[in-house]
């Protein structure tokens, strides 16, 4: 089986403006989202308390929902959650409120009766959410400087730049994503979308890889016909693994249940949008930043001795 | 020719070996067992107790599969869930006759279930995450500025003694927030009082300053001794929290400290929060009280107090060292007025001593009672779940002022230590508050294992299928190297006992869904050559050998996020940085070594190879011609 048999080198550098304006226009959409609707941020990041219960029968939430506020909750939520018999109920934060909420919530419920069983119970205070926002703005900070300053010690700085805008660029997609539907921004959610920063570079390092190998190796070629083939050649094996990865996110998304639904779906949208910007909005981005061959024939004289010829590298 | 040296193929095949020896315990399972832990700071554990258990199971007619002797806890591994039910009724009887005043806890756990060549070796199955056993999660932060007031109040009762005592004058202590502010007439006396405190205090700070008429002092801790107030409130609490909770029967508490500030307490199999809360917020209290010494005397009267009838105003108790004695059911101090304890010594007799510290108000009436009592006796109870224990009865020799107790006479190093510990153990050295609790039932923890399993195990099925049908036999050796990526991954995480959550098992299947990535670059490059027109072999070494610069910097720009995560990462972050960043590791040296291996097992002795099993290979040029 071979799924791809391409004869000639797609140009894909003809259209390298086409990419660039669609990725700007979607960036400036997800931008857009991020700032008019924000994101849902789970409790985790904005304290309160969670409780999931279980009925041994579909809840009727509408019930649920005048007990509570009869009890003196307010603003409280209360969805389904993975099935019908499933209730997740959030309980914002209140300045002098303890974990003994949790309890109250707990017997207003059975107040409301069907027998509820309380599956789970999450209470966070505030100072821990406010880390929790301060600790992912930096571990996403750390990523960035580390990648940058890999790829500018392995390749080069324009690589290093290219790379990380086109991926950053996914981040924000993926946001804009969660902001635009709604969608809880939870934990793991975080931890997807750095997954995902981590991921997707690997794309842009298979492509620059190429890129530099095809400018050693073939004289007279110019710079777009060197990305050109340099994505061409890799093409197929950038969608099998890609592929591959997105049939674990999907068997995630179709067994991992509502616990695991928006980390796998963040993963999707992140392979998805990776497999576009890092071989798409990545490549256009180094050509207009003037890579060329010069810049790796002088490198390799500068490498130190017992390197391989071709840099060790595909 | 492919062929790896001997060191290359003995290294795969031992760390195969390995993988599997370690991942084996999972597939045991776990068997019921009973777990025997002390509940009191004044029991131990000792050999004499493991005898009375299984003399106790022996009785009862229950054969237990295994027997552990552990530093904290007894356990007695058996054969199914009704012989646990009736060993642990067993046990609870004979080692707790009294229910009400229990000196044990036995309670109900699981033990891994692999035989014991393996414990042996330390090959345990992974530590599930309260997510995946259920249970409750708190995070307490520990309130640091009430640490140091508690400190600094206790520090100005000790000033205004040392005053007195040096017939020093002065016009007030009071407390500013961190600060103590001692107020004189004349800056003579404050230079005395500088003189005095600095030889006295080597934790404060003075600094003198003018207000209007009056010379103040202002003493605030050094850093160094705030620091250590910090350390050893935290430490404090964390031993009063594992008596409190060994009271609850949890299996296997953790109790750690996270940051400068946190506590954090896992009570796995724990559902009952209220009470899990209640007995975490209580204060076991302390109480000073006088002991009736004449009744105690009576040996008619005491007598008739240990069968039930003790006169009136009093209450009977047994001393440590098993003698009865009649205690003043009027309280004189609680341990809310004590600040410190510290096992130590006389300063004259070199005797083990403990040492007490009392706040100001409890100085003072320590003062009046001593004065009133000398030669009469006072006993301090600790009072635990509504009864008291006299923790020790000494004799007031003189009146005591200052809020400094000693207390000392037939006590050995380590009783003092005890006492010390157990008069502590009364009272927490800082409040504390519950900043994030988290709840799992054991249903949705079996819920959760069941989902994150499937959805591995359709994910690799899937791959599997697509990797054989695409690259044949070196789509199997992919798989191979996948499956061996993933027993390493598992016998790493069993290894290092690191904690496996929801989050972790998602990091399993995202891992090895992108550890495929490097098999597929392998294959491709294959291809590449073959297509190009090389032989066989030259293919495989080529393709092997460019793909490896590649794999390496993907896989370290995927570490990069990895370990970002794992720094900055808490809770449901960290399970599941530890295990992306582990099995980034294992799926460098499975995929390109492993598969390597196997392909040349496969085709490296083949002298004449004419083609390889890696699918069709198109040619370009082919077609044209």
Known sequence: MEFFRIKKDIPFMRHALVFNVISLITFVLAVFFLATRGLHFSIEFTGGTLLEVGYSQAADLEKIRKQLESDGFEDTQVINFGSSRDVLIRVPLKAGETAKLSERVNASLQAAGGEPQIKRVEFVGPQVGKELAEDGALALLLVIIGIVVYLAFRFEWRFAISAIIANLHDVVIILGFFAFFQWEFSLPVLAAVLAVLGYSVNESVVVFDRVRETFKKQRGLTTPEVINHAITSTISRTIITHGSTQMMVTSMLIFGGAALHYFALALTIGILFGIYSSVLVASPIVMWLGVSREQFIKAKKDKPEGMTEDGACV | MNRYPLWKNATVIIALVLGFLYTLPNFFGEVPAVQISSVKATVKLDTRLQARVEETLAAAGIQPTGLFFEPHSIRVRLADTDTQLKARDAIEKALNPEPADSSYSVALN??????????????????????????????????????????????????????????????????????????????????????????????????????????LLVATLKP???????????????????????????????????????????????????????????????????????????????????????????????????????VKKQVVLTGERLTDAQAGFDGQTQEPAVHLTLDAAGARIFKDVTRENVNKRMAILLIEKGKGEVVTAPVIRTEIGGGRVQISGRMTTVEANDVALLLRAGSLAAPMEIIEERTIGPSLGADNIAKGISSTQWGFIAIAVFMI??????????????????????????????????????????????????????????????????????????????????????????????????????????GFAVVHCLGILTSIFSSVVVSRALVNWIYGSRRKLESVSIGQVWKPGAETK
Do not use: C
């Open chain 2, 110 to 215: 699981l033990l891994s279930a692999s035989p014991d060549w393996l414990t042996g070796m330390n090959a345990l199955p992974m530590y599930l995450g309260l997510d995946l056993r259920g249970g409750v999660h708190f995070l307490l932060q520990v309130d640091m500025k009430g640490a140091l007031t508690k400190r600094l109040d206790s520090i100005s009762a000790d000033l205004r003694s040392l005053m007195r005592d040096k017939s020093i004058r002065h016009g007030g202590i009071v407390r500013e927030g961190n600060t103590l502010v001692v107020r004189f007439r004349e800056t003579a006396i404050r230079d005395q009082a500088k003189f005095a405190l600095t030889e006295n205090q080597p934790d404060l700070d003075l600094l003198e300053k003018e207000d209007g008429p009056n010379h």
């Open chain 2, 224 to 326: 160094t001794a705030q620091k250590r107030i910090q350390e050893f409130a935290i430490k404090q609490n964390i031993t009063t929290l594992h008596n409190r909770i060994n009271e609850l029967g949890v299996a296997e508490p953790v109790i750690q400290q996270q940051g400068a500030d946190r506590i954090v307490v896992q009570l796995p199999g724990v559902q009952d929060t209220a009470k899990a809360k209640d007995i975490l917020g209580r204060t076991a209290t302390l109480e000073i009280r006088m002991v009736d010494d004449e009744a105690s005397a009576n040996l008619d009267t005491l007598q008739a107090a240990a069968n039930g009838q003790p006169p009136a105003g009093t209450e009977y108790y047994v001393e440590r060292g098993g003698r009865g004695l009649l």
């Open chain 2, 469 to 574: 049908a695409y690259y044949l036999l070196f789509g199997l050796v992919s798989v191979t190297a996948l499956t061996a990526n993933l027993l390493f991954l598992v016998a790493l995480l069993s290894l290092l006992q690191a904690t496996l959550t929801l989050p972790g098992i998602a990091a399993v299947a995202l891992t090895l869904g992108m550890a495929i990535d490097a098999n597929v670059l392998i294959n491709e490059r294959v291809r590449e050559e073959l297509r190009n027109g090389a032989t066989p072999h030259a293919a495989i070494t080529a393709g092997y050998e460019r793909a490896w610069g590649t794999i390496l910097d993907s896989n370290i720009t995927t570490l990069i996020a990895g370990v970002a995560l794992l720094i900055f990462g808490s809770g449901p972050v960290r």
